[in-house]
């Protein structure tokens, strides 16, 4: 391997070390409920995001709070000698994308009936560590 791709490479593998990443799949939440509670945490510091999905009062940040925990752990997992108070960790970025539907009929006066789509959701989120100084 060449001395400019290792380098490269080499630059790559300490900026993936500083992201880590969650994701939470089928969850059974309108994409638009969950993106009122995603817009609420993203930008913000982890220990302010915990407590923002901790005292939410939507159901959807339940769901968000479980998966801004599990973020945290892989964040560990790959940083095992660093502390998360050092890191300085902020919610770097969370998508909500649309995921499958649940097609439903109901039944409606003079024998019609009514299309219910159950939605679901996707998100992904990713941590960041601000501070750059680790090794």
Known sequence: MGVRKRQMAERIKAEKKQVAFAKLNNCPTSPRKMRLVADLVRGVQVEKALAILKFNQK???KRLETL?????????AKNEEASIED???????????????????R?????RAHRIRKRSNHVTM????????QS
């Not at 801004?68 to 560990?76: D, E, G, R, T």
């Not at 890191?87 to 009929?105: C, F, P, Q, T, Y």
């Open 59 to 61: 159901e959807a940040s």
């Open 126 to 133: 990713v941590l960041e560590s601000n501070n750059n100084t």
């Open 87 to 105: 890191a300085d960790l902020i919610v770097k970025e969370v998508r909500v994308d649309g995921g499958s539907m649940l097609k439903r009929l």
């Open 107 to 111: 039944p409606a006066p003079q024998g």
């Open 68 to 76: 801004l925990l599990s973020a945290i752990a892989n964040w560990q």
